[in-house]
T-cell receptor, first 113, second 114 residues
Framework: ETGVTQSPTHLIKTRGQQVTLRCSSQ?????VSWYQQALGQGPQFIFQYYREEENGRGNFPPRFSGLQFPNYSSELNVNALELDDSALYLC????????????FGPGTRLTVL | EDKVVQSPLSLVVHEGDTVTLNCSYEVTNFRSLLWYKQEKKAPTFLFMLTSSGIEKKSGRLSSILDKKELFSILNITATQTGDSAIYLC??????????????FGRGTQLTVWP
């Protein structure tokens, strides 16, 4: 097991609602990346946070936003949920510029009805 | 646009068989290629490859990278039912300050029957 934790494990929301997902990074890691994995697909990069600032973003609309806190934990917020947002959301922690690979958390399964 | 293609998408074998999973990529400023195993949720790290021609091994698993032909293979010998999983290939470009951004393929779903 990695030291990366995510909460909640599962979540069911309806269209139009807002959701916040949380991630605690592995000790010693200063970078958190978020990925969306739709059923049958590989994870897609949403954005990365380094030292509390966004450090790169994938092709996701602005209603996907995030935060990183001084302890390097992170939140992913999604506003105005759409059915296509149903997916497994993974966070990965790493040490930017280091040789360590990224360690993934167990993910949050989001279902939008 | 950066792209990672895995093949086959799905594979069914019997215990004891040897399998080869393929990953080809197109990426600007290649930094590394990584293999992950995903059983239920969290992808778990298998290998990181940065240099061509150097095989990495871990038990029955091995992997090699060809940076000239832009592909990698993951071999699993003497497969076991516990090897059943999705195997993900990801590439990390070295571009700007966004190190650690991974581009994933769709994965290969491996099923091993007893």
């Amino acid at each position: 097991e990695t030291g990366v934790t995510q909460s909640p494990t599962h979540l069911i929301k309806t269209r139009g609602q807002q959701v916040t997902l949380r991630c605690s990074s592995q000790s010693g890691h200063n970078t958190v990346s978020w990925y969306q994995q739709a059923l049958g697909q590989g994870p897609q990069f949403i954005f990365q946070y380094y030292r509390e600032e966004e450090n790169g973003r994938g092709n996701f609309p602005p209603r996907f936003s995030g935060l990183q806190f001084p302890n390097y934990s992170s939140e992913l917020n999604v506003n105005a949920l759409e059915l296509d947002d149903s997916a497994l959301y993974l966070c990965a922690s790493s040490s930017l510029g280091g040789d360590d690979e990224q360690f993934f958390g167990p993910g949050t399964r989001l279902t939008v009805l | 646009e950066d792209k990672v293609v895995q093949s086959p998408l799905s594979l069914v074998v019997h215990e004891g068989d040897t399998v080869t999973l393929n990953c080809s990529y197109e990426v600007t400023n290649f930094r590394s290629l990584l293999w992950y195993k995903q059983e239920k949720k969290a992808p778990t790290f298998l290998f990181m490859l940065t240099s061509s021609g150097i095989e990495k091994k871990s038990g029955r698993l091995s992997s090699i990278l060809d940076k000239k032909e832009l592909f990698s293979i993951l071999n699993i010998t003497a497969t076991q039912t516990g090897d059943s999983a999705i195997y993900l290939c990801a590439v990390e470009p070295a571009r700007g300050s966004t190190l650690g951004r991974l581009y994933f393929g769709r994965g290969t779903q491996l099923t091993v029957w007893p």
